[in-house]
């Protein structure tokens, strides 16, 4: 459950998510460094900002269970850098000291915390968008289209854990990715926009692909391929409905590739 706040009363809500643009915002972090949104989007990074209250108990459970931790060592600057991590105080009133974990707090917000965080007053960012239904909520934001598509508080409630965060943030890569580790030639799909069928090419078997997985727009997964002993494949869609696609390549050295669709 969600924590929301009003000057009269705090209560909890079910939260249904709805996709939505996300507005450019720059801000700064506790120590000094700047952050443009749609700078960071056009770099082709997915861009994860948990906006949460020191005081909200939701929000401290999720931040306890360090997901977005794990997920800024494993997709952050000292990773894959496809994944750009902010950790935004959505109350005003909020001071460095409560962050710390005194005061009017749940905890030690910045004790192994790796990602920044944004501690600001007044607020730059709506909570009409941001946090639409209360905290926490956790923002995805997609670099090819700059809309906000899904909160990973939701997996989390769901008792999917990091691998059903994992798999909505891999399904927000673009189309054309910036891991260097990958050459992102190698594979191909095709026709699009497809209708029976995806066909998948692998023109390099040098490279070594692990699995394909084929994803909606909402980061579930509607196909899941191993390609360990077959270098080409062909995904049958007559089942699924119109709409974006991506194509998750998975490489073994831990590279991905995702490549958009349209049916």
Not at 3 to 14: D, E, G, N, S, V
Not at 54 to 81: S, V
Not at 122 to 142: D, K
Request: glycine share 8%.
């Amino acid at each position: 459950m969600k924590q929301i706040f009003t000057l009269l009363t705090l209560f909890c809500a079910t939260f249904m998510f709805a996709q939505t643009d996300a507005p450019d915002f720059t801000v700064t972090d506790l120590d000094g460094n700047e952050y443009n949104l749609y700078t960071i989007l056009e770099e082709g990074k997915v861009v994860v900002l948990d906006a949460s209250a020191t005081w909200c108990p939701p929000c401290w459970q999720f931040h306890e269970g360090k997901f977005l931790e794990d997920i800024y060592q494993k997709y952050g600057p000292d990773g894959t850098d496809q994944v750009v991590v902010l950790f935004y105080e959505g109350d005003a009133n909020t001071t460095l000291a409560q962050l710390e974990g005194t005061g009017n707090t749940q905890g030690n917000w910045l004790e192994g915390s790796s990602y920044p965080f944004v501690n600001e007053s007044p607020l730059t960012l709506s909570g009409s968008v941001w946090w639409p239904l209360g905290f926490p909520t956790i923002n995805v934001v997609r670099p090819d289209d700059k809309k906000i598509i899904a909160d990973l508080y939701d997996p989390w409630v769901a008792g999917l854990g990091l691998a059903g965060m994992e798999e909505i943030i891999e399904g927000a890569f673009p189309s054309t990715s910036n891991n260097s580790d990958v050459e992102l030639n190698e594979v191909s799909a095709f026709p699009n926009p497809f209708q029976d069928e995806i066909l998948i090419e692998v023109a390099d078997a040098t490279q070594k692909v692990e699995s394909i997985k084929l994803m909606d727009i909402t980061g579930s997964v509607v196909r899941s391929i191993d390609l360990s002993s077959n270098r080409n494949v062909t995904i049958n869609t007559t089942d699924l409905a119109s709409g974006m696609y991506f194509v998750h390549v998975h490489y073994a050295n831990e590279g991905i590739q995702t490549i958009k669709l349209t049916k």
